[in-house]
């Protein structure tokens, strides 16, 4: 069978196993398609699978059936891969946007930025229109990354607010940030409860002066 996914934006199949994936005429496909996840719409790429209405095994164990490109290693050969995205991911997201409406905030998923460079996962609106878009990175994701998409969000209107469940996450100490347990998909979707490990929502330095002060004479 071959390797490969759909692309839901050009209604194509691409075959990760041909130089071209099939269409020639797309020069631009495999920066498209080996983009961060975070970089572009997570549905972009789908399960071959779940399109065709076949029953996919990954997507039984668990699996998102939206996919994401990988380079595999065979021998001494760096192929393409298609691997499903988790949908802890997933999960976390609509859990984001279901208690904010719970509590009576505004929230949206999937979220698109006025420029369309970047996505994101949610979006809650406090009743002063503070805009909070929260940013689960579950995945590895660069300090510069970081650092961009933090500023888009900002010249947006938007302050990021990322998630991580590894202490060791690059976006730990670079932006507003929160690391959770990793916990199954399932106790996510089914309202279990999600302790906050650590993080932090902004930094404020305070300078102490100290005044000079002639000493007291003896009594």
């Known amino acids: 069978m071959a390797n490969g996914v759909w692309h839901t934006g050009y209604g194509i199949e691409i075959n990760l196993s041909l130089p071209d994936f099939g269409h020639p005429d797309r020069s631009d496909l495999l920066q498209e398609i080996t983009a961060s996840v975070s970089e572009r719409d997570p549905q972009l790429l789908e399960c071959l699978a779940h399109h065709d209405k076949r029953e996919c095994p990954s997507e039984?164990?668990?699996?998102?059936?939206?996919?994401?490109?990988?380079?595999?290693?065979?021998?001494?050969?760096?192929?393409?891969?298609?691997?499903?995205l988790p949908i802890t991911h997933k999960a976390t997201k609509e859990r984001i946007v279901e208690t904010a409406g719970r509590y009576g905030l505004d929230a949206e998923a999937e979220v698109h930025m006025a420029n369309r460079r970047s996505v994101s996962d949610a979006v809650v609106t406090g009743p002063d229109g503070l805009r909070i878009g929260w940013e689960i990175q579950y995945h590895h994701l660069g300090p510069s990354s970081v650092h961009r998409r933090s500023v888009n969000a900002r010249e947006h209107g938007i302050t990021p607010l990322w998630v991580a469940k590894d202490?060791?996450?690059?976006?730990?100490?670079?932006?507003?940030?929160?690391?959770?347990?990793?916990?199954?998909?399932?106790?996510?979707?089914?309202?279990?409860e999600m302790v906050i490990r650590g993080g932090y929502r902004h930094l404020e330095v305070w300078e102490v002066r100290t005044e000079q002060r002639a000493p007291l004479p003896h009594q």
């Open 60 to 84: 039984s164990g668990g699996k998102s059936p939206w996919m994401f490109i990988r380079r595999g290693r065979v021998g001494g050969q760096r192929p393409l891969v298609a691997s499903h």
């Open 167 to 192: 202490r060791t996450a690059s976006l730990i100490d670079r932006a507003p940030w929160a690391r959770v347990d990793d916990i199954p998909w399932k106790d996510i979707a089914d309202g279990k």
